[in-house]
């Protein structure tokens, strides 16, 4: 969000945690893509072998390797569901409703802090307020939830 001091660090790496988290989950939908779509091709090369040959049995063990890691990555997404799911509810714990869409925008849709001034119908200091004012009511009613996740 632009060059500014962070006054509440705790609060603004926990809720960073999902905009990580994030990142990662489109590499990962990426990577499963790609998977999938190597997994077809060998599966169409397996399919017109005879049974029991030394390719078809290579190519059998590349297909199961990779039906396990787009499980594993399919496993890593939940959990970046699940902590997109603990951001909201952090979030939602705001009492101010500007503050909460201000968080919202910034930390769950990603947006630069001229598109939420923008939408907020406010100038980018009075995002930076919002912002500001919302952690520091985070970090301090929320602070077991913030301990946890250190």
């Known amino acids: 969000m632009g060059s500014y ?3 509440h660090p705790a ?11 994030l990142r990662e989950s489109k590499y990962l939908e990426e990577h499963i893509a790609f998977l ?8 169409r090369q397996l399919d017109g072998m005879p049974r029991g040959s030394p390719s078809k049995d290579r190519i059998a063990a590349i297909v199961s390797g990779v039906v396990d890691e787009e499980m594993a990555i399919i496993e890593k997404l939940a ?6 799911r603990e951001v909201m509810k952090c ?17 769950i849709q990603v947006l630069p802090v ?3 001034a923008e939408h907020i119908d406010r100038d980018c200091k009075a995002v930076y307020r919002d912002r500001r004012n919302a ?3 985070i970090e ?8 946890a996740a250190a």
């Open 140 to 147: 301090e009613h929320c602070a077991g939830v913030l301990q």
């Open 135 to 137: 952690l520091a009511y």
């Open 5 to 7: 001091e962070v006054k």
């Open 114 to 116: 001229e598109e939420i």
């Open 36 to 43: 999938r779509a190597q997994a077809t091709g060998l599966q």
């Open 79 to 84: 959990q970046v569901h699940e902590v997109r």
């Open 11 to 21: 609060a603004d790496a926990y809720l960073r945690r999902y905009k990580d988290a």
């Open 91 to 107: 979030i939602e714990c705001v009492p101010n409703e500007r503050a909460r869409r201000v968080l919202f925008m910034d930390y």
